[in-house]
């Protein structure tokens, strides 16, 4: 069997452990994803909490596929998940991945926790997996995740118009404009050493 380009592994910082999915961080999720009602925000894709089941299905079966790396975000001090995040669309040809599928309960949100994943999905992309180039996109108006995506350091590269058909029941049929950022390989250390910054300097929370 051949080695997928992203195969899962658990990545371990101070205020956040991302570790391979699996369907014993349902219940987690659940709760966490309750934390704020999570999927009624129109211009993301979260699951329902009745749905959650369905979801980690979706993303196991992704992975098995080779086109994604799914993880559940733990919160090392409860030991419990609050969040998912993915490497998706990998393109193992090109050395490629984006870092996206994400979400967080909100309690845990505009902390370091976000940060940190980050930094270490990036690092391991550039300097385990030698990525070329690490993507996010997002939908135009999520204006919350466009800006978290400009403090890491990523440059848009362009907008797709009508990019997508949104599902979500409260803008069924609505058109996506999709934002589409990166990070080369060469901004890498600029990046790491702006993030690392970040992590260092105290925070309110």
Not at 28 to 56: C, F, H, K, Q, S
Request: net charge positive.
């Amino acid at each position: 069997m051949t080695t997928p380009f992203a195969p899962p592994v658990t990545l371990a910082g101070q205020h956040v452990h991302l570790v391979p999915l699996n369907a014993a961080h349902h219940d987690d999720l659940v709760e966490a994803v309750r934390d704020g009602e999570l999927w009624n925000l129109w211009y993301t894709a979260i699951p329902t909490a009745e749905g959650m089941a369905a979801e980690i299905t979706r993303r196991l079966s992704l992975q098995n596929q080779g086109s994604m790396t799914p993880f559940a975000v733990i919160d090392p001090t409860s030991g419990r998940a609050v969040g998912m995040t993915t490497y998706m669309n990998i393109d193992a040809a090109n050395r490629r991945v984006e870092i996206g599928s994400t979400w967080y309960r909100r309690s845990v949100q505009r902390g370091a926790l976000n940060t940190e994943a980050k930094r270490m999905l990036l690092g391991h992309a550039f300097e385990t997996l030698h990525c070329i180039a690490v993507e996010f996109r997002t939908h135009f108006f999520n204006h919350q995740s466009r800006r978290a995506i400009e403090r890491l350091g990523a440059k848009l590269d362009g907008i797709l118009r009508s990019h997508q058909i949104n599902q979500h029941p409260l803008a069924q049929g609505a058109l996506r404009d999709t934002c589409v950022y990166s990070i080369l390989a060469s901004e890498w250390p600029s990046v790491k050493t702006h993030l690392d910054h970040q992590l260092q300097r105290p925070r309110n929370t």
